[in-house]
Structure formats: C-alpha cells, structure tokens
C-alpha cells in the first residue's frame, strides 16, 4: 500500500456507531484491551513510525511529523483498542465501519485492522487480541460480519485472518500490490449465549 493511498483508505473508515466507548478494559489469558491514555503516546510514535509494522501498509510515518502531529492521546475514538501486555503498549487493534472502501463486498461493513511493535510478533499475542476485540465486537453489534484486508504477501497476516475464521471474499490489485479480502461470518446472537 503506498503511504498516500493508505491515508485515503483511512479517511474512509467512520466509527462503528452506536456503541457505548469507552468499554470496560477487555481482558484475555495475557493481555487487556483498552482505550488510548497520554501514555500511550511514545508507542504510538514507535509503531507508527516502525519500518518493520509498515512493510505491508505503504511504509512508515516519519517520526518527526508523527511527535508534531500526534494528540496527547492519540487514536482515542470507538473501535481503536490499545494492547496492553503488563501495562504497557505492545499494539492496536482497529474495529471501524468501512463506508469507502474499495472493494463493493466490504463497504458499510466492520473492518478489521492490527498493529503490533516487532518486539510482540511470534507470540501469539494479535490473535489473543484480535480474539478478544472480535468478542467484544459480537457483544455490542450482534449478528454483523467483520472484513479484513491484507496484502497476500504478508503471510503472517493471512495465517492469523485464517486461525481467526476469515473466509477469502476475493483478490484485488490495489496500493501497488495483490491483496485479500476476507470476511468473518456474522455470530448469531443465539450462538454466543451456548
């Protein structure tokens, strides 16, 4: 995804709607879901501005503009959870409503996003969270599916869409590069209560 074309993508995503937020911290086996604090600030900068986290997402952010352009608490808005490992920052998880994306199979439809620093990867921890956000997620918009985008190139990415039940919609050239539309099935409300 080139930079650019990435911001526009981004532009394009609107909150979820009418969910209360902030939720209660989501707790996993290892980790908390929460919403942004001052704190957070610094990991932001980091995994933003990483050209390992944005090998696959058009390339990184420069810090200098990040440290002039970020809020005091970035990225405080419904569906953007900070992954929180020990009490610190290790990634994020983005739940948005895609009104502008690309692809027709997608658009009004949740969307999936993840970000974790390099020192996180390999230890299961974006499926955790990304489990726990998606729980979260069935519990306030019942009954409604979730779409995920990834390059088909990020191989890590795609295994973790597979573990997490996304089923590929189609490919598509899009940012430079083919990439993969899946979708997650919406839980019926009746079979979460089981």
């Known amino acids: 995804m080139i930079a650019a074309e990435a911001a526009d993508w981004l532009a394009d995503m609107t909150d979820l709607g009418p969910v209360g937020w902030p939720p209660a911290p989501i707790r996993t086996e290892r980790l908390v879901l929460r919403a942004s604090e001052a704190r957070d600030r610094a990991t932001f900068v980091e995994l933003l501005a ?33 992954v ?36 996180a990867w390999g230890s299961g ?38 573990k997490l039940g996304f089923a590929e919609v189609e490919r598509f050239q899009a940012w430079g590069a083919e990439q993969w539309l899946g979708q997650r099935p919406p839980i019926p409300p009746s079979a979460r209560s089981r």
């Not at 696959?56 to 419904?78: C, I, N, S, T």
């Open 50 to 82: 990483s050209p390992e986290v944005h090998t696959y997402l058009g390339g990184p952010r420069q810090r200098a503009e990040l440290e002039r352009e970020l809020p005091e608490v970035p990225e405080r808005w419904p569906g953007s959870f900070v």
């Open 125 to 162: 921890y974006a499926a955790e969270a990304c489990s726990g956000a998606l729980a979260w997620f069935d519990g306030v918009l019942p009954g409604e599916p979730v779409v995920l985008t990834t390059q088909t190139a990020n191989v890590g990415s795609m295994r973790l869409a597979a």
């Open 84 to 119: 929180d490992l020990e009490g610190a920052m290790i990634g994020q998880i983005l739940l948005r409503r895609a009104t502008g994306h690309r692809r027709p199979a997608a658009v009004g439809k949740a969307d999936l996003g993840y970000l974790f620093l390099p020192r």
